[in-house]
């Protein structure tokens, strides 16, 4: 028997707007990463072709709403319709789902070229070479039930081998979630279930694995999207599965940690990565203390560093604040300026007040001596 290869992708989330990324003065981050979304379904169909796989799998929320616009549908049929030789599977989501969606499924059954296949009823589908696809669709956003149940009892040839594709939480990512048991390929007697919803790369077992976004969107995986080619030898033989990175942005979280008297802008270069920055999301968490000219030092060297990077966070919510009252005096020595530095300074370390009220008592005023040092500079 010769052995089946596909490509196992899902969570394209096309159309996704990125609305909570801050939108630079002349960066166009949002347009950048929605046009990598797109441009990853060419990077899959080069996957397929480089691991001799005529099927891609998407298992689940290829779009990121259930109201696509009208020229966004026809991009992704088109750009799907230009990989001759390969054929393209679409499973329905929970963003995408069955019920919420139904215009959209019904335009991609009536416009969609021949080799793109909506999977929008839970029949077995015969891929040919002794290979029967058992897709479990999502009916509504919560279906409240664990769809693959129905693979239990899905009947297939003799032989066959049983590939399942689905979207849910295999762990209870989301409360109120339909939970998939782990060992669902056993029961079902499946020789690799696909799964679609975690966003990461995950493999639950030999058999049972998330592919993860081919795109990430997130700061959560800290690697580039990947797909998985997959390749079924036959019945009852364990699956060979390789990641195969196709993302183009990476989504990086790193720590910052300071003391009194580190040299806040030489801890943060040595953090800062040397190459890719253009593609690279970055959120530092600045954590432990620093004094004020620490604090007005590390903002100024994250500005600078900034137009280098996609996007550069910084966080600040777990450093503490060293004050010194010499660095009051740079602020003002009398007058409104020093009475207000003095009211902050109270506020922020008034352990009477709520956590959040000394927070932005002690970010106020960091930023009053940020910018009077650089009044004075």
């Given at each position: 028997?010769?052995?089946?290869?596909?490509?196992?992708?899902?969570?394209?989330?096309?159309?996704?707007?990125?609305?909570?990324?801050?939108?630079?003065?002349?960066?166009?981050?949002?347009?950048?990463?929605?046009?990598?979304?797109?441009?990853?379904?060419?990077?899959?169909?080069?996957?397929?072709?480089?691991?001799?796989?005529?099927?891609?799998?998407l298992a689940g929320d290829t779009f990121h709403t259930a109201t696509p616009s009208q020229s966004l549908l026809r991009q992704t049929l088109s750009a799907m319709g230009a990989?001759?030789?390969?054929?393209?599977?679409?499973?329905?989501?929970?963003?995408?789902?069955?019920?919420?969606a139904e215009p959209l499924w019904d335009a991609i059954r009536r416009d969609a070229p021949a080799n793109v296949h909506p999977l929008c009823d839970a029949a077995p589908v015969d891929l040919g070479a002794e290979v029967a696809l058992l897709p479990c669709p999502v009916t509504?956003?919560?279906?409240?039930?664990?769809?693959?149940?129905?693979?239990?009892?899905?009947?297939?040839?003799?032989?066959?081998?049983?590939?399942?594709?689905?979207h849910g939480a295999v762990t209870d990512f989301a409360e109120g979630r339909a939970v998939i048991p782990p060992d669902r390929d056993q029961s079902a007697g499946l020789d690799y279930l696909a799964l679609g919803d975690w966003h990461g790369r995950l493999e639950v077992s030999?058999?049972?694995?998330?592919?993860?976004t081919p795109e990430q969107d997130r700061f959560r995986h800290d690697r580039r999207g990947v797909c998985l080619a997959v390749s079924l030898p036959g019945p009852g033989v364990a699956p060979e599965v390789e990641a195969i990175e196709?993302?183009?942005?990476?989504?990086?979280?790193?720590?910052?940690?300071?003391?009194?008297?580190?040299?806040a802008r030489a801890?943060?270069?040595?953090?800062?990565?040397?190459?890719?920055?253009?593609?690279?999301?970055?959120?530092?968490a600045a954590t432990g203390w620093a004094a004020l000219p620490q604090r007005a030092d590390l903002g100024a060297a994250i500005d600078a560093a900034a137009p280098d990077f996609a996007l550069l966070e910084l966080d600040l919510r777990a450093l503490g604040t060293l004050y010194d009252p010499?660095?009051?005096?740079?602020?003002?020595?009398?007058?409104?300026?020093?009475?207000a530095a003095d009211d902050l300074h109270g506020a922020a370390c008034d352990q009477a007040l709520p956590e959040a009220e000394r927070e932005i008592a002690g970010a106020a005023l960091a930023r009053l001596y940020a910018y009077m040092r650089e009044i004075d500079a």
């Open positions: 028997m010769t052995a089946f290869r596909f490509i196992h992708a899902s969570d394209l989330h096309l159309g996704r707007g990125f609305s909570t990324i801050p939108q630079a003065d002349d960066g166009n981050v949002r347009g950048r990463l929605g046009e990598a979304r797109h441009a990853a379904l060419g990077r899959l169909a080069r996957a397929a072709r480089d691991h001799g796989a005529q099927h891609i799998l990989e001759g030789g390969i054929d393209w599977w679409l499973l329905p989501g929970n963003h995408d789902n069955l019920r919420d509504h956003r919560d279906p409240g039930r664990d769809l693959t149940e129905a693979l239990v009892h899905a009947k297939t040839p003799h032989g066959t081998r049983r590939l399942g594709l689905a030999a058999r049972v694995q998330y592919s993860g196709t993302g183009i942005f990476f989504w990086q979280q790193s720590e910052l940690r300071l003391g009194e008297g580190a040299d801890a943060l270069d040595a953090i800062l990565p040397a190459t890719d920055r253009r593609d690279t999301l970055l959120r530092i010499a660095d009051l005096d740079e602020i003002d020595r009398g007058g409104a300026l020093r009475l």
